[in-house]
């Protein structure tokens, strides 16, 4: 699969490139993820937050999953991931649009729910259709089997990941009439030379930048039904509080005389 990248993208984020492998009717998608990587890095520092050497390992795995998974669905689609994992006991949230090609999320490490099983859990919004949320259950601590777990009990198709380098990863996904042997069959050193084995299609070539875009007025807005409430459960004697965005765990100070003009412009 050659990978020459054309200024213009390299210079705006993560290159995912997709391709159709003919007569095996399967989808590839791969990408070097080094770039968003170092993003991922640069908001941690940013932010002051800190994460396990154990935790961090999974969610960059489970980021090059979930961007590939994004980079193989529709134009019009936004994905949320939650992957829940009992041993080591940690949620990793993932959450992308490919409208405007962001990812994002989060590790959370305190107060995790305990159960009997892992779970996996996928929330999709498509144009103006409804949300559609599927969960399903997986063995062991790997976000990357996770994966291939919800695309066989939910997609109801096989996917296989390949990380073929430090920071390269692939994704194979099943499309009708797939050469089934020869999927199940394939191995990384396959996976590295398939442009040299197989006759490949390039259908796209998408960008992916990290980034959530929460902010004050965000925030604010999920405040503001417990500010109309019960104002001093949130604040107490303390003229401003700290929130961290759910979605990728950055500070925002919220000042009480912030909070309520904005509740009182709400109405």
Partial sequence: ??????????????????????????????????????????????????????????FKRALAAFTLHCASRPRNELTAWTINFQRPLVNLFLTGDNTTGTVTGRVFDENVKEGPENLFFADVVRGTQPKRRSAVTFTGADPIGAAESFYGRSEQRGARYFQLGEEDFALLTEHPDCDLPWF???????????????????????????????????????LTPTMKQDPEALFGEDPKLEIRCPRCGARHTITREALEAFVGQAG
């Fill in 184 to 222: 199940r069959a394939l191995a990384p050193e396959d996976v590295r030379k398939l442009d040299a084995q197989e006759t490949l299609a390039l259908l796209e070539r998408r960008v992916y930048r990290w980034h959530c875009g929460c902010n004050q007025a965000r925030m604010m807005e999920v």
């Fill in 1 to 58: 699969m050659p990978e020459t990248t054309p200024p213009n993208l390299a210079d705006a984020g993560l290159e995912v490139r997709t391709y159709f492998v003919r007569e095996r009717n399967a989808l590839v998608a791969r990408a070097d993820f080094g770039e968003l990587f170092v993003d991922y890095y640069l908001h941690l520092g940013a932010t002051g937050i800190k994460v396990a050497p154990e935790h961090d390992a999974m």
